[in-house]
């Protein structure tokens, strides 16, 4: 009786709701990588599946974990970090998390965009924190943006040799993050929610980080999540 995740007609047929699924597979997303340290590469569509269970609800199942990653202690903490100072627009410490990761300056912005939709902490004005977490930029602030894209992305190799710079822990997360946002997308989940799952999980990670453990959380932790993971070959 399981389906695809992104088969909304079946989720409503189930009784549920596709935006509490697009939460739930966010939330599992975001335990996986600020808590578990140990991520799918591949969550697509089909490899995500929901499923009613025999006690009357559901659950998500997460199959095929032939391309996964394990991420490092170091880089989950500082990862957590950084997300952290994003959120809260701390510049002191989104920056201390940059350098920890090897991130440069000017990379950090578009990092920044592509995380939490806003310039990072500290810059010039009119580059400042404007408009509540996970609204869309103000035509003006976008159109600054797409300049600077224009100018510092444009040429062919200048996206390729961004992505390059960055730690490949970074380009593993990105890419998960990016194919849950577009699963969560379709089901009708929003920015603003996925930012407070992000920022719930960073934060728990950055605490356990700062008080000295930077552990793996065992598997079974997203049972809060409602997720089941299913290793096959």
């Known amino acids: 009786n399981a389906r695809r995740v992104d088969d909304v007609q079946h989720i409503r047929r189930m009784g549920v709701e596709p935006a509490v699924v697009a939460d739930c597979l ?4 975001a335990r996986l990588v600020f808590a578990c340290g140990f991520v799918h590469l591949d969550p697509h569509p089909g490899n995500v599946l929901v499923r009613a269970t025999e006690a009357g609800d559901w659950e998500l199942v997460l199959l095929d974990w032939g391309m996964s990653r394990e991420l490092s202690p170091a880089f989950r903490a500082d ?3 950084l997300w952290c100072g994003l959120l809260a627009h701390d510049a002191e410490t989104t920056d201390a998390a940059a350098r920890a990761l090897g991130v440069k300056p000017a990379d950090l912005f578009w990092l920044s965009l592509a995380f939490v939709a806003r310039p990072p902490p500290g810059l010039a004005a009119g580059q400042t924190l404007e408009g509540p977490l996970g609204a869309r930029l103000s035509e003006a602030a976008r159109k600054k943006v797409r ?7 444009g040429a062919a190799d200048a996206a390729s040799d961004f ?6 822990d970074q380009l593993y997360v990105m890419r998960v993050m990016g194919i849950a946002r577009s699963i969560s997308t379709t089901l009708g989940g929003d920015a603003p929610g996925r930012l407070r799952a992000y920022g719930d999980a960073a934060a728990a990670a950055h605490a356990l980080a700062r008080g000295g453990s930077r552990g793996v959380e065992p598997w ?3 049972a ?7 290793l096959r070959a």
């Open 26 to 29: 966010t939330r599992a997303i």
């Open 79 to 81: 990862h957590a970090a």
């Open 147 to 153: 300049a600077r894209a224009l100018s510092e992305l």
């Open 163 to 168: 992505l390059r710079r960055l730690p490949r």
């Open 220 to 222: 079974r932790s997203l």
């Open 224 to 230: 809060a999540t409602r997720a089941v993971l299913v």
